[in-house]
């Protein structure tokens, strides 16, 4: 496969991370996905497990049913909480965005937290 952008969006006011087209693209389409956050590296890493993963997870992840853009969106309070709690600078109420990196071994997608990017808002940009 030729270079792909891998992406992730994460909406601390909803609670959401969507996971782009691209990305799932990447990763084969896959039928689920497993998330997982390294509050010591400040990583996300979504992973495509081959079986079904078991319910008595720490926490349990909503998934919405995949967009007509194509995108699937994941919800967890919790989770929005605990990456707040190591990523302070993210702030409350906010969009970002991440680009990721392929990882092959894995057929996983990487995510660093330091390379969040603030979606511009209405207000921003009527503050030009």
């Not at 996971?19 to 084969?28: C, D, E, N």
């Not at 497993?34 to 997870?57: G, H, T, V």
């Not at 919405?64 to 969106?73: A, E, N, R, V």
């Amino acid at each position: 496969m030729g270079t792909m952008r891998l992406s992730i969006a994460i909406d601390l006011k909803k609670n959401r991370i969507r996971i782009h087209k691209s990305t799932l693209r990447r990763l084969g389409d896959p039928q689920r996905v497993q998330l997982l956050f390294n509050p010591d590296k400040r990583a996300l890493l979504i992973s495509c497990p081959s079986k079904s993963i078991s319910e008595s997870q720490d926490e349990k992840v909503y998934f919405d049913k995949p967009g007509t853009d194509g995108t699937y969106q994941l919800y967890s309070g919790e989770l929005m909480k605990r990456i707040q709690a190591v990523c302070p600078e993210l702030e409350s109420h906010a969009l970002y965005y991440i680009c990721g990196k392929y990882v092959p071994s894995m057929n996983a997608a990487y995510f660093h937290m330091d390379d969040c990017i603030k979606a511009r808002s209405n207000e921003d940009k009527q503050d030009e």
